[in-house]
T-cell receptor, first 115, second 112 residues
Framework: DQQVKQNSPSLSVQEGRISILNCDYTNSMFDYFLWYKKYPAEGPTFLIS?????DKNEDGRFTVFLNKSAKHLSLHIVPSQPGDSAVYFC??????????????FGTGTRLTIIP | NAGVTQTPKFQVLKTGQSMTLQCAQD?????MSWYRQDPGMGLRLIHY???????DQGEVPNGYNVSRSTTEDFPLRLLSAAPSQTSVYFC???????????FGEGSRLTVL
């Protein structure tokens, strides 16, 4: 039973436009959400996170939106750059303080930025 | 800065053989974990540890053993490899209470 779902395996976006990656979750106990970026032959690297007490978090070109009632979050990248081409994983954890380390990951979305 | 170091990067085993994937981190993280990545399955948690001497099972622990004798090291042991264990394995660490995991570069294991 996939508790974190990324229903789009792939996404192609023109350079300079906005990339929107989506993620849905089923476990109502999840209260901390993260996005990771992964290049081929490398480990995932942390990109941005959001706590359930917020509905938006920004870091430069990256913004994560959380809709708790819909159990949905999205990652917006604007403007998209060729270096953003990678696989993006959504992840979630439950519990505050201790327990946040145990992440449940989605299946990933491969983003391709077209020059 | 070394971060999280995994060895070996590639390994081919025959069914029934045993091996150990090594993981070391130099960030003094209390939490360490092992994930496997399979096509269409994302990353799934195998085992984790919240400190030296403490380990627990994740989502897919069968066929794997772990131990944590030091803060720095968290080896993953396959006692009798099976083709279903063909995967890419990632070790990750973090401070307790912080969800941001730091990952190693991965170890690609093929079991024939």
């Amino acid at each position: 039973d996939q508790q974190v779902k990324q229903n789009s395996p792939s996404l192609s976006v023109q350079e300079g436009r906005i990339s929107i990656l989506n993620c849905d979750y089923t476990n109502s106990m999840f209260d901390y959400f993260l996005w990771y970026k992964k290049y081929p032959a490398e480990g995932p690297t942390f990109l941005i996170s959001i706590s359930s007490i917020k509905d938006k978090n920004e870091d430069g070109r990256f913004t994560v939106f959380l809709n708790k009632s819909a159990k949905h979050l999205s990652l917006h990248i604007v403007p998209s750059q060729p270096g953003d081409s990678a696989v993006y994983f959504c992840a979630a954890s439950e519990g505050t303080n201790f327990g946040n380390e145990k992440l449940t990951f989605g299946t990933g979305t491969r983003l391709t930025i077209i020059p | 800065n070394a971060g999280v170091t995994q060895t070996p990067k590639f390994q081919v085993l025959k069914t029934g053989q045993s091996m150990t994937l090594q993981c070391a981190q130099d960030m003094n993280h209390e939490y360490m974990s092992w994930y496997r990545q399979d096509p269409g399955m994302g990353l799934r948690l195998i085992h984790y540890s919240v400190g030296a001497g403490i380990t627990d099972q994740g989502e897919v622990p069968n066929g794997y053993n772990v131990s944590r004798s030091t803060t720095e090291d968290f080896p993953l042991r396959l006692l009798s490899a099976a083709p279903s264990q063909t995967s890419v394995y990632f070790c990750a660490s973090s401070w307790l209470g912080i969800g941001e995991l730091f990952f190693g570069e991965g170890s690609r294991l093929t079991v024939l």
